[in-house]
């Protein structure tokens, strides 16, 4: 069984790497099918766009009890009081169901008819039956500011990034990976029919607000891997990114994950019992982004920013350095090979001091030798050269600190060695 959590800590330390950046043709391969056909989806179908943005007139059938074949009958109504009218019709909810019904402007006497004919069909009071109507000089009001809010959005976004990051081409980068995000979320809609409401707006402005922030995220730890491989020549530019794609795939797709179940289960319900309406939107367009924006941060935002500086000369630069590193230490390697030591294995560097340190020679001998010249010479100067021997080869025992402290401990390696 894999350990993903070894798998997790391989990748980040680098020990296994999966190649984000080397194929990055093939993701801007599969990204620019993505986008053809969300672009031929919006030209051919074009967005479904709700009573809000296109202004009409909207009936709602509460607490109806047969609602069986219910489109057809809605619709059938909506022909008696207007030949030849388009009508979206709707079940709200399921225990108490709502029928909704929603058509182009009609006059009042008109509303007063559809009223009474869905009333009937239904087998409700006309009280039950409510009426609304929006301006389509309101839904284009609506529309010019979602779009206008979208352009600020991208532009103040756009700014700060390149403030934060301190280089235009990393704010470029992820403004490439968002309207990837943006083309890609809005054809979806458009294939399969589903209706722009004001809450997709504001879920899609928040599934923009996510994207980034993932993005974000993976452009500091990229930001942090080249300013070390800068210093200290040894990784190039694209190796340091896409060790740092590594470093945080497990935390972008755990991230997402978990964001992404919550909204399932709306889902779920939107669609079981809730039927249409805010909730449901809103959800959708957030479960839709968030999984865009997640494969974009990985293989998009990154490897879009290793293409756009790949021609400055101080990434050529760093490149011929590195290879030329590399070029050392595969001889290093080939010779501690033929010298039977494991390749890039560095020999330890002994400790500073032992734990314990020998007598100084001579010590404590000398008054034993003036003892044994003044008494018997020889047994006393045999018994003194005994001693001295037998202290020179007894160790003295160090302090407890002197073992243990700083300046006995191994010199650890710079951290661009380790």
């Known amino acids: 069984m894999i350990n993903f959590s070894q798998f997790g800590n391989d990748l980040y330390t680098g020990r296994r790497s999966i190649p984000f950046i080397a194929h990055r043709r093939r993701w801007y ?54 030949p030849g009218q388009a009508a ?12 909704r019904v929603q058509t182009e402007q009609l006059t009042d006497a008109q509303n007063n008819d559809l009223r009474g004919a869905l009333a009937k069909e239904f087998g409700v009071g006309t009280n039950e039956v409510s009426a609304s109507f929006v301006g389509p000089s309101w839904g284009q009001s609506v529309t010019q500011q979602a779009l206008r809010a979208l352009v600020v959005f991208l532009v103040l976004t756009f700014v700060v990034m390149a403030i934060y990051f301190r280089t235009w081409k990393m704010s470029l980068a992820a403004m490439i990976a968002l309207l990837h995000d943006m083309v890609i979320t809005v054809g979806v809609y458009a294939l399969t029919g589903l209706e722009v409401s004001p809450a997709t707006m504001i879920g899609f402005l928040t599934v923009l607000g ?3 922030y993932d993005t974000v995220v ?110 050392r230490q595969a ?26 340190e020998p007598a100084v020679a001579g010590r404590g001998t000398g008054s034993t030798g003036s003892t044994g010249s003044t008494g018997s010479s020889g047994s006393t100067g045999s018994t003194g050269s005994a001693g001295s021997a037998s202290t020179a080869s007894t160790p003295r025992t160090i302090h407890p600190y002197a073992q243990t402290g700083p ?12």
């Open 29 to 82: 391969a599969a990204s620019a099918v993505l986008v053809l056909i969300a672009m031929l989806g919006l030209g051919v179908k074009h967005l479904n766009l709700g009573l809000e943005f296109t202004g009409g007139s909207e009936f709602r059938v509460a607490a109806a009890t047969n609602v069986d074949n219910y489109e057809a009958r809605a619709r059938d109504a909506v022909q008696q009081v207007s």
């Open 88 to 99: 979206n019709i709707t079940k709200l909810g399921t225990s108490s169901s709502t029928i």
């Open 210 to 212: 996510y994207s980034l």
């Open 218 to 327: 993976v452009f500091d730890k990229v930001r942090e891997n080249t300013q070390e491989a800068f210093g200290n020549k040894r990784r190039t530019y694209a190796e340091a990114a896409n060790l740092a794609v590594n470093q945080t795939v497990v935390r972008s797709i755990n991230t997402t994950v978990v964001a992404l179940l919550p909204i399932a289960a709306v889902l779920v319900m939107g669609f079981t019992v809730l039927g249409p309406g805010t909730l449901l939107d809103l959800s959708l367009v957030l479960f839709i982004g968030m999984a865009i924006g997640a494969y974009s941060s990985i293989f998009i935002a990154t490897p879009a920013l290793v293409s756009l500086r790949h021609n400055e000369p101080a990434v050529q630069q760093l490149e011929k350095a590195a290879a030329k590193f590399h070029t």
């Open 331 to 356: 001889k290093k390697d080939a010779e501690a090979q033929a010298k039977g030591t494991a390749p890039g294995a560095a020999a330890e560097e002994p400790p500073t001091r032992e734990g314990l």
């Open 407 to 418: 300046r006995n401990q191994p010199r650890r390696k710079p951290k661009s060695q380790r």
